[in-house]
Every structure is written in structure tokens, then in C-alpha cells.
């Protein structure tokens, strides 16, 4: 999402990361996969050959088309759904907001489109025990840092337990919408982008549970004078 004072990412994989990872884990002949169709939706079936009980376990996910190659994207996203559903890959919802700042992204306009011909990659990244992202390092091609995310476990952590005492669908005090801008202001990142990538109509009425993951993924974002 592309917006003239700057854009947003989301971090994926690819299928190639998956298949790597059940090498390294499994053996090049210790998991298989196969594909059907099925009223038209293309699935896919990892299995996993369990030594203990000496047979093969499955878990079946179902793909989505691409815009280009339709059966080829069909498949190769039913093999990273099947292999989500092995743990692969879950830990990528934990990542934070990543707003890039304009001047760090080589934004362009032609007619009424923002685009922007940067390309960007992980550096580093790093989990606690429970496979939740705690650090993480966004380079551009010519390997400039971009984005780099803050420490904020412990007042993450804060944050989460003092919104579950709150009613899930309640609508935002004033205080809270302060509080929300203020992580606006600090961050740089403009209400429209929160809105869109949240799916939220009017800020102020959006339930408990969507603030807490916006201000959660607002307070992993680097401020503007850090940046």
C-alpha cells in the first residue's frame, strides 16, 4: 500500500522457503506432496512420515488463484497453506506495521498511481520462545536499512492484558483516540493507511480487539525523528 508520504509491507514466503525447511527438518524423502481438484478448487496434501508410529500424516489446505498463471498459482499457494498448517510460516502474524517513510522509498506518481520501483527484503529477524517476531530489519536493494523494529515486548505484553479487561466491542474513548494519534504522530503513519489495512470505517468506532493490534503494531514502529 502506497501512499505519498510513504508505503506500507507485509512480510511473506515463498514456496521455495517452505520446501527448504522441510528438507532441512524432514529429509528430502521423509515429506511428499500431492494435489486434486476438488468442485473446481485446487488442494493441496502435505504428508509428513511420522518414524514413531512408522506412516505418512497429511494436512490438506486449499489455494487461491494468481492474476497470472492461474493453475500454477493455484498450486503453489495450496502447498504454503497446507505447510501453514505445519507451523510454517505462523509466525509472520505477528509481525509488526511496517511503514516505510517516503524519503526512505523511491515513490513516483503517473496520472492519479502512486508506485514505487524499490524492492525490499528481511536482513534479520528474531522470535521469543513462542515464535512471536521480536526484532526485525528491512533492507532496500542497495542494502540501506529501512525499517528497523523497536524493542517493545514488555509494554506489548502490557498492553494485551490490560485489553482483555475491556468489552471486545466497545467504542474507543477519547482517551483512546489520543492515545491513537499520538502513535500516529510519532510514527508518521497516516490514519487512511491504518483504516484500509484494517478494514475500519469511522477510527472512533472500531471494536477493542482491532486498537489493541493497531496500537500494538503502531508501538513496533520506529518514530519519524529516529528514523
Known amino acids: 500500500m502506497i501512499k505519498e508520504n510513504g508505503l506500507s509491507l507485509l512480510l511473506y514466503k515463498d514456496a521455495r522457503v517452505d520446501q527448504r525447511i522441510l528438507d532441512e ?13 476438488i468442485e473446481g478448487n485446487l488442494y493441496c496434501t502435505v504428508e509428513i512420515y511420522d518414524e514413531i508410529k512408522k506412516e505418512w500424516v497429511a494436512k490438506q489446505d486449499v489455494g487461491a488463484a494468481s492474476y497470472s498463471e492461474k493453475e500454477k498459482g493455484q498450486a503453489s499457494d495450496s502447498f504454503k497453506r ?59 536493494t542497495k542494502g540501506d536499512c529501512v525499517y528497523a523494529m523497536q524493542g517493545a515486548a514488555a509494554s506489548g505484553t502490557g498492553k494485551k492484558k490490560a485489553a482483555r479487561k475491556k468489552a471486545p466491542e466497545a467504542v474507543l474513548t477519547d482517551s483512546q483516540m489520543s492515545d491513537l494519534q499520538a502513535e500516529l504522530d510519532r510514527t508518521g503513519v497516516a490514519m487512511e493507511t491504518v483504516q484500509e489495512r484494517y478494514k475500519i470505517g469511522k477510527p472512533e468506532t472500531m471494536s477493542e480487539a482491532v486498537y489493541k493490534r493497531v496500537m500494538e503494531a503502531l508501538g513496533k514502529t520506529k518514530s519519524v525523528k529516529a528514523a
Open 82 to 140: 497446507a505447510c501453514f498448517n505445519w507451523g510454517i510460516g505462523r509466525e509472520l502474524y505477528t509481525a509488526p506495521f511496517i511503514w516505510i517513510q517516503g524519503d526512505l522509498a523511491d515513490i513516483q506518481k503517473k496520472g492519479d498511481k502512486l508506485y514505487c520501483n524499490d524492492r525490499f527484503k528481511v536482513a534479520s529477524i528474531g522470535y521469543n520462545d513462542s515464535r512471536e517476531i521480536v526484532s526485525l530489519v528491512v533492507v532496500n
Open 25 to 37: 527438518t524432514f529429509g528430502a524423502f521423509g515429506w511428499k506432496r500431492s494435489h486434486q481438484s
